[in-house]
């Protein structure tokens, strides 16, 4: 079957619209993922999706409402154990691993499809209904339109909660209300790429192009672009393979990550040479405070 | 409130309680516009607890405040905020235009934007145009502290706290940051509060002090709060105020008060650390924390 065949078929068509819609979401999110050092919580809330999913589908059938009921009561527990990193990554590590114990119990009473198993795990952007397209499209209005409204004072409140709580951020409402928005954003990428590899879409892409900008906004669209090109580019690669569509989205969003690494200290390089005014960092610490970690600029 | 008026800050009987724990209590202060106060005194005696009140982000327990004649507003935009500098990591996409941004829409719902009109001039007020267009986690901690000090400016504050903004700085960078807070201050009246551990740093600049410790308080100028007597009395035990040079140097009576009674300080003041050896020179080694 050539390409341009598989094309004009309705699953694929739904299949590349569904990996757009949740890669755009992804793109959005990411970058706060990584400002916000959430990478963990991604992991954990996706894991606990798909013992949501097993829920779903030994109650009702449908894995994606499961998933989301899931990824949201992780949300709120992770809001109510552990506000502060250190904390919260513990908490999530101590919610993650009791979670999955239940999976997979919940997994052990399922007698239907052995497949469906997998495809909570590793995705299966194929099996992607009617139904199931439009919540992931209702899912990806929410989260564009939630972080459409509240970019800059999330963005304030990530890269330094003192100050903008001095200036009257709601810093704490707006850490809720991004665990929602994560919980919606990993729900839909769980269909596409699979629990176990949500990070692929939720972290890579906005990881590659922190490398290669400075500026918030522009971080943000490549973040977006670079999801899009990995989630639809994987798709499409893989619709002439038997291999799954996540290992190739996978791939994509990593090999852009190893360019945007690659490139990077070019770029930095090369800014650096146009701001020669600047003086070399001197500061010395004083010996009662740690040494700084974030030091030397040829990193 | 009686005979405050014009003042830039007035506190009156003002107290401040969490459960049975009393932080201080029955706090009178008066800071005429544009004058300079730094708020001392050890580790956990609610130096930054007022600072939040100043903010408006905590209610008082009790006695009343104003800020230019008014209660402090939630989150006011009158009042800029420089805090104490932090790492930022290296990758963290966000450059110093952005974070002086901030400081005029950073609330505001909406996508963020820079406008260069609006921020170039306070970028290069405090002389940091050369560098705010990287990387924030790229720049020294001076460089970093020159902007975040803008983006307090930005907002054109008619008060400026701020909560140890040398904290980690070098005496050079700590020299600049301090030189460049208080230009702005004589041009624009600006009224200062530096929330601060070390007094040296700020000697030069600072009209009035409020020394705060084990629940009491004493204000006034420095020459008149920084004396042995005063000291003494606040912390009921002997303590020794030292003036060598540019340096006013506290140190907490025999070891055993100082020590057990704070003992997650460096002694009572906090700011004893030499410069050159970088410890606290009065206690006996062993009892060092």
């Known amino acids: 079957m050539s390409l341009g065949f598989l094309i004009q078929q309705p699953f694929a068509q739904h299949a590349l619209l569904a990996a757009a819609l949740v890669a755009v979401s992804c793109g959005l999110i990411g970058p706060f993922v990584v400002t916000r050092g959430m990478a963990f919580a991604v992991h954990g809330t996706a894991e606990l999706a798909f013992t949501g999913a097993a829920a779903g589908l030994l109650v009702a059938n449908n894995p994606v409402l499961g ?198 200290p070019l770029l930095r390089d090369h800014r650096r040479l146009r701001h020669q005014g600047c003086p070399a960092r001197q500061e010395a610490t004083q010996p009662r405070t740690a040494p700084e970690p974030s030091g030397t600029p040829s990193q | 409130m009686n005979g405050s008026g014009g003042a830039a800050i007035a506190l009156r009987r003002a107290t401040m309680r969490f459960g049975h724990h009393v932080v201080w209590e029955n706090l009178d202060l008066d800071v005429a516009p544009g004058q300079c106060l730094a708020i001392l005194g050890p580790n956990g005696a609610g130096k930054s607890t007022l600072l939040k009140v100043l903010l408006g982000l905590l209610p008082l327990s009790g006695g009343t405040i104003a800020v230019d004649a008014r209660p402090p507003g939630h989150g006011s935009a009158e009042a800029g905020y420089v805090a104490q500098q932090r790492v930022f990591d290296p990758d963290l996409p966000v450059r110093g235009r952005d974070l002086v941004q901030f400081g005029i829409d950073g609330q505001r719902r909406g996508l963020p934007r820079t406008r260069a009109r609006q921020v170039d001039p306070v970028i290069q007020a405090v002389g940091a145009q050369a560098y705010a267009d990287v990387w924030i986690g790229l720049l020294s901690g001076g460089q970093q502290q020159r902007l975040r000090i803008a983006q307090a400016l930005a907002g054109r504050p008619r008060l400026l706290l701020c909560d140890e903004p040398l904290l980690s700085l070098d005496p050079a960078a700590q020299e600049e940051i301090v030189a460049v807070i208080d230009r702005h201050r004589r041009e624009h009246g600006t009224t200062v509060v530096y929330v601060t551990h070390e007094i040296t740093p700020i000697a030069d600049v600072v009209d009035q002090v409020l020394y705060v410790a084990a629940g009491r308080w004493a204000a006034g100028s420095p020459e008149t709060v920084l004396t042995t007597e005063r000291l003494s009395a606040l912390y009921g035990t002997h303590i020794d105020v030292l003036r060598v040079h540019h340096h006013v140097v506290i140190v907490g009576g025999d070891s055993a008060g100082g020590a057990t009674h704070h003992p997650h300080d460096h002694g009572p003041a906090g700011h004893v650390r030499d410069r050159h050896d970088g410890h606290a020179g009065h206690l006996p080694e062993g009892d060092q924390p």
Do not use: C
């Open chain 1, 67 to 264: 998933a989301l009921a899931g990824a949201l009561v992780v949300a709120g527990l992770i809001a109510l154990l552990g506000a502060r990193q250190r904390e919260r990554d513990s908490a999530i590590g101590v919610i993650l691993a009791f979670g999955l114990g239940i999976g997979v119990l919940l997994l052990g009473f399922y007698h239907g499809f052995a497949t469906a198993a997998t495809n909570i795990l590793f995705g299966n952007i194929f099996g992607v209904s009617g139904d199931q397209l439009i919540v992931l499209l209702v899912i990806g209005l929410l989260v564009v339109a939630v972080m459409g409204t509240w970019y800059r004072p999330l963005l304030f409140a990530s890269v330094d909660p003192d100050a903008a709580e001095a200036r009257g951020v709601p810093v704490r409402r707006l850490g809720l209300l991004f665990l929602v928005v994560l919980a919606l954003t990993v729900t839909g990428a769980a269909q596409v790429v699979g629990t176990l590899l949500v990070l692929s879409l939720a972290i890579t892409p906005a990881a590659a192009a922190q490398r290669l900008s400075a500026s918030p906004l522009t971080v943000a669209g490549l973040s977006i672009v670079f999801a899009v090109v990995a989630a639809d580019g994987g798709l499409l690669a893989s619709f002439q393979s038997n291999v799954k569509a996540s290992v190739f989205i996978t791939s994509v969003s990593f090999a852009i990550y190893v360019a945007a690494r690659l490139t990077g």
